[in-house]
């Protein structure tokens, strides 16, 4: 007889290990010291119990086993050489699955583990001038694409590919590459001519990315987000208005007016509630809106209060540049503080994620902010401050144009005295949806 010596590779928690192997099989003790199970041999009986977080019973040279409560087969029965439990490498995918509820996988004579596989596979279906790619995954998976004309790339974290996955292109897609990194795996996409419309969604148990013959591009539903409200005030002017007041009347009557021109308005809040900054976002998202305009009042740090300032400041978003760009952003995202309930830190990753997912929105959003800076101080009269660019709470994790409007300052007692006053913010509100309008008007001739 030839028996054949070579050692079975296992990756396990990101760990390798070699363990010897005879013939195929491998020693019960061997495996014990990787996987970290209990084991019982009952010699009588001759059943060998093995438990981590599934108990197993299995017996020599049977092919019936037990795990829990039920009965498996295997391919190779369990043998005991020489006074040693041995367990055939084929069977170790399953035996390993059901012991630890972990997915093991055996590819290239490697058994790997550790990690579930989350990526199951990907199919790409042409049906009527629409190319639909569909990632198939399990859980809840997160992803960021970016791209333009004839590439695009499809990032999505945490995420573990069955083995041997294949991808045949097919319609618009021409090319389609998956690399995988050490906690992402990496698609890339080249289109067939650069005039295609691309959207990314999550679909039940699918990321799709799907290509097809632009349309007419059309803006439709704004959101409008009235900054702060219940129990955080935001800026409080001399006289005691309170930011959260104004920017709820703002939104309404903004709302009212766009609505008459015949848009579809979805508010974050229309009473004097407390909406956490994330959930603002949720909304926008969800709702797949294509603007949002989250409006606020400006006001000077309290350290500062001597300083005078006035006029119209139009975010959007990035990281802050200037000083002032930066004391705007922390008064603004101090709204987080009155969220302790729910206060997990994010990791930089995210953050960095947040802002290049709005990148392709960047430059419409520079545009909206620069058309409604221009028109709201036409139409008030208030001085022009120009605009900014912060990394603001409310407008990352938007899939659409989104910007920020400082209506004035609430902290300047004659802008505050202009703030109180509902003719004011009436002409506030119009400026504003001036610049919307002009916005749509110059974004529906480039589509
Ligand atoms: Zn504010």
Same mark, same amino acid.
């Given at each position: 007889?030839? *028996? ?34 209990? *084991? ?69 004579? &490697? ?135 104004? &920017? ?9 007016? $766009? ?31 294509? $603007? ?29 540049? *200037? ?55 036409? *139409? ?68």
């Amino acid at each position: 007889m030839v *028996t054949l010596l070579l050692s079975l590779v296992i990756i396990y928690q990101g760990e390798r290990y070699e363990i010897p192997e005879v013939s195929g099989y491998v020693n019960v003790a061997d495996l014990q010291e990787v996987i970290g199970f209990s *084991t019982r041999w009952d010699r009588e009986k001759k059943f060998l119990y093995i438990k981590k977080n599934m108990e197993l019973k299995l017996m020599p040279d049977n092919t019936f086993f037990e795990a829990g409560k039920e009965v498996y087969q295997l391919s190779k029965p369990m043998k005991l050489i020489e006074g040693k439990l041995m367990l055939h490498r084929e069977t170790l995918p399953e035996l390993l699955s059901l012991l630890t509820g972990e997915e093991f996988f055996e590819k290239g004579g &490697t058994i790997y583990a550790g990690r579930n596989v989350n990526v199951l596979g990907v199919d790409i279906e042409e049906k009527k001038g629409v190319t639909k790619v569909k990632i198939k995954i399990k859980g809840n998976l997160r992803f960021y694409y970016e791209g333009k004309d004839t590439l695009w790339k499809l990032t999505i974290f945490d995420a573990v590919p069955t083995p041997g996955m294949v991808l045949i292109p097919k319609g618009f897609v021409k090319k389609v590459k998956m690399e995988e990194k050490e906690n992402y795996i990496l698609f890339t996409f080249v289109i067939k001519d650069g005039n295609k419309d691309v959207d990314v969604r999550k679909d039940k148990d699918a990321i799709i990315f799907e290509v097809k013959e632009r349309e007419k591009r059309e803006i439709k539903t704004i959101v409008i987000d009235a900054g702060h409200g219940g129990k955080d005030p935001g800026a409080i002017g001399p006289s005691g208005l309170k930011e959260k007041y104004v &920017t709820l009347d703002v939104a309404k009557k903004l709302a009212a007016i $766009l609505k008459r021109k015949g848009f579809n308005i979805i508010m974050t809040r229309t009473d004097d509630t407390f909406i956490p900054l994330k959930e603002r976002t949720r909304i926008a998202d969800e709702a797949r809106a294509d $603007l949002f305009i989250s409006i606020h009042c400006n006001a000077v740090p309290k350290r500062k209060k001597k300083e005078v300032k006035k006029g119209v400041e139009v975010y959007f978003l990035s990281a802050a540049k *200037t000083d002032w760009e930066r004391a705007v952003e922390a008064r603004e995202n101090s709204s987080i503080e009155f969220e302790k309930t729910n206060s997990v830190p994010v990791p930089e990753l995210e953050y960095i994620l947040w802002d290049l997912a709005q990148n392709i929105f960047l430059e419409e959003s520079s545009e909206l902010a620069i058309a409604i800076q221009e028109e709201l101080c036409k *139409t008030t009269g208030l001085y022009n401050r120009g605009v900014k660019q912060a990394n603001f709470y409310v407008l990352r994790l938007n899939y659409m144009p989104a910007v920020l409007v400082e209506i004035g300052f609430i902290s300047n007692p004659h802008e505050e005295k202009l703030l109180k006053s509902s003719s004011f913010r009436e002409k506030i509100a119009e400026g504003i949806a001036r610049g919307i309008e002009r916005f749509v008007r110059e974004y529906e001739k480039k589509y």
